[in-house]
């Protein structure tokens, strides 16, 4: 037998998941209410979850087991703390210094990242032997991957006028782009019908029995 309180989750999600539905037909205080308390309980999980898995096993529990061998610690402490002291406008100038240092280290540390995965490994994806594939289909691709690399590269130089000849590899480039830009809205698409399909499913499943 289902208890009470599971009986009540499955109608409270049904109820706020048609709620957030009703915005297909137009904006109305249903929505709204449900995207509020979305946005809130999900900021509120983050603050929790920071806090447990993050702050207290990599901050208090070092500072209070060993202090003395963990006094770098206070410089992000110290940085966290100015960061809070932008709830109060008289100080909210003080949470500009660590809000900048936040910003910088992430630009920096995903320069590196992005430099290495989006670049580095792209270029050395494509210096390949296209002939050393052990299937034709293999190679057909490889050398599909070669070609469109080259023409989507060279559709982005501006420095000189592409026409006659010199405009072949660049709309070649364009139906690459194109094409790729295709595959990933429609994975996008693909990834939101699935949630649909999920919320559908319980809707019709959990809450209305109506399919098993």
Known sequence: MTSFFTTFGIWLSAL?????????????????????????????????????????????????????GNLILLIPAALGLMMLMRIHPATQWISRYPIAIMIGTTAGISMLRYMKSDILNQVTATMINPFAASSTGAVIGNILLIIGTLC?????????????????????????????????FGYTVMARISLLIGRLEFLLGNWLHLIK
């Open 152 to 184: 989507g590269v060279y559709f982005f130089y501006f420095s000189k006028k592409q026409e006659g000849f010199f405009a072949v590899p660049s709309k070649i480039g364009i139906w690459f782009l194109m094409i790729s830009f295709g595959a990933t």
């Open 16 to 68: 706020f998941t048609i709620s957030i539905f009703s915005f297909l037909y137009k904006d109305n205080p249903l929505y709204k209410f449900s995207e509020q308390v979305f946005v809130g309980l999900s900021a509120a999980y983050w603050l929790v979850n920071i806090i447990y898995s993050i702050m207290i096993p990599n901050l208090f529990s070092k500072l209070i087991g060993d202090f003395s």
